[in-house]
């Protein structure tokens, strides 16, 4: 996997992992920062980082508009400094259940958006430029797995930060987090008569509200939203790691950073592109349009992580966690798990004893810092916290990117390995089947509260990880492949375009939540999954007929070599 890669891939890799550590601390919490903040209800909350998620997304199009007429380097450093005054903002503190408060946050998402757009994609590109010479051009769409792979690094640790950053305040001010106590100092301050639920509730976790209940519910609410600046503020000192990265690793990127509309003419020549008649580009479009509705569905049913997930962890998931899984909320005994995964994988695609030897000695390591996790560990976990569980997702990516290149290079030895199109339909029934998990944790709810066990969701994330290594990779690879050669930019422009409204749409299931029972939104996503499934199932033979997207023989070849012979 490491094998014959440029080295201004891990430079940009790790640039981009710094940014997305940023990103994703401030993503964990965003939801219940607006809530405890502002006093939003799960509708309000919802909308606002449904919009949020799709202006992130719709930005890239404009950035990369931009990169093409002025500098793609320019954009990048544009969009780091644009995106560190957003988080800046973010993290200064204001005042509490304020409309000049929710202004300035709107301002601040707002260039968070805009430096993302200016970053986001325009990086990606240059990944891709690294890759246009003869001597890597092999090697894309491992190269992209590792860039992949990165993003998720930088996100595994992101919800953990987030919770620290959070815990530092809160105790620092003698207060403990209760998931259900800043819905109730906003409803006291409300006017709601509800002193007796919150008064318990504080005593309940060891805090004494006093005589002064409105002053009591005002500094709690205050204290936890300063606790999540401070999340902001580290999403701050993140994007300055990932400016130097990006600066000091300058010399690795050097030669792609001029000329760009020339490298690109040079490529397409070298490379012989043939001309596409009217009608191959006819049907490639449409193909790509297809593709693009199904995405949406998707994107909108996998990120709920952020928003009826992370409301089902608060309201309706046990703050406490028992049995085996438990050292799951321990970030790093899930980066241990990571290192033996890669260490076993390594141990037999190796050729070289020394190396072998190493993953060796890293196993036993492995196992041993486990066991002492593991019993370091208490009987139950107290305390954990709603945005704990987004961590899960982008372990489950990296611990199991190397077994699905695996997987799919030993189907591709036997001719066997399905096409892009039937890939992102198979996602589609695992995001299905993933739902299914929580309808099966809901059925117990009386309305929006309860105290189901965690591994409801911990076993949620794992599908949906599956479903997303099956359709997200895939299908940026798809679209670079298919999208006829004077339409590339476009075409990934729509990419974007269609995981902007999927982004969007997100808010609809939070609509509905606490307007019917729980288990019933989870079954309206099942449909939507199952729909959209059956779709691109029902149109599989036009899609593979317009695109010829059949893994060719020299292809296998290449995904054999990458997973027999690389070391991980």
């Not at 000192?237 to 792609?256: A, D």
């Not at 438990?326 to 070289?352: C, D, H, M, P």
Request: proline content about 4%.
């Amino acid at each position: 996997m490491f094998k014959n890669q440029p080295a201004g891939l891990y430079v940009l890799s790790l640039a981009n992992t710094g940014e997305r550590f940023g990103y994703y601390t401030m993503l964990a919490i965003f939801l219940l920062f607006l809530q405890a903040k502002f006093g939003f209800d799960s509708t309000v909350s919802g909308q606002i980082y449904a919009i949020f998620l799709a202006l992130v997304y719709f930005m890239p199009l404009i950035g990369g508009w931009l990169a093409d007429k002025w500098n793609f380097n320019k954009c990048v450093v544009s969009g780091i400094s644009v995106m560190f005054v957003g988080y800046l903002v973010m993290a200064i503190p204001t005042d509490i259940r304020s409309t000049s408060s929710l202004v300035i946050l709107c301002c601040a998402l707002a260039l968070i958006a805009i430096g993302t757009g200016l970053f986001k994609g325009n990086l990606q590109v240059m990944v891709g430029d690294l890759y246009n010479s003869p001597q890597y051009s092999g090697q894309r769409d491992t190269a992209f797995s590792l860039f992949y792979m990165a993003i998720n690094i930088g996100s595994l640790f992101a919800p953990s930060v987030a919770t620290w950053m959070t815990n530092i305040a809160m105790h620092g001010a003698g207060l403990e987090y209760v998931s259900a106590l800043p819905a109730a100092c906003n409803a006291y301050l409300d006017g709601a008569e509800n002193a007796a639920e919150l008064t318990a509730l504080a005593a309940e976790n060891g805090m004494q509200v006093g005589s002064d209940i409105a002053a009591w519910a005002s500094n709690y609410i205050s204290v936890l939203s300063t606790g999540y600046g401070y999340a902001f503020a580290v999403a701050c000192g993140s994007l300055i790691v990932s400016f130097l990265i990006y600066f000091l690793g300058r010399p690795t990127y050097r030669h792609i950073l001029n000329g760009n509309k020339e490298a690109a003419t040079t490529s397409t020549k070298a490379n012989k592109v043939p001309e596409l008649t009217p009608e191959q580009t006819k049907q490639r479009v449409v193909a790509l349009f297809l593709v693009f509705a199904v995405v949406i569905f998707f994107w909108m049913v996998f990120h709920q992580n952020g928003a009826t997930l992370t409301e089902f962890a608060k309201s309706c998931t046990s703050p406490d966690s028992t049995g085996w899984t438990r050292i799951g909320f321990n970030v790093w005994a899930l980066a241990t798990i990571i290192v033996g995964v890669y260490s076993v994988f390594s141990l037999f695609q190796s050729k070289n004893m020394y190396t072998k030897l190493i993953c060796a000695v890293l196993i036993i390591g492995v196992a041993i810092g486990l066991y002492l996790f593991y019993q370091a560990t208490p009987e139950t976990v107290t305390g954990l916290q709603p945005q704990q569980y987004q961590q899960f997702n982008p372990f489950y990516v990296v611990a199991l990117t190397p077994v699905s290149l695996a997987l799919f290079g030993w189907l591709g030895r036997k001719g066997k390995e399905p096409s892009a199109p039937r890939k992102i339909g198979y996602g589609m029934l695992m995001a299905g089947l993933a739902y299914c998990v929580m309808v099966v944790g809901s059925l117990s709810l009386a309305g929006t509260s309860g105290a189901v066990s965690p591994n409801w969701l911990i076993s949620t994330y794992l599908l949906l990880t599956f479903a997303e290594l099956l359709l997200s990779p895939m299908g940026i690879s798809f679209v670079s492949k298919v999208a006829p050669p004077k339409l590339k930019g476009a075409m990934m422009g729509g990419w974007f375009a269609a995981t902007a409204v999927g982004n969007y749409l997100v808010s609809i299931p939070m609509l509905l939540w606490g307007k019917m029972p729980v288990w019933t939104i989870w079954a309206i996503l099942i449909a939507l999954c199952l729909l959209s499934a059956g779709f691109i199932f029902s149109i599989m033979k036009k899609l593979e007929a317009a695109t010829g997207d059949q893994p060719t023989p020299e292809a296998q070849a290449n995904a054999l070599e990458t997973v027999e012979d690389d070391a991980i």
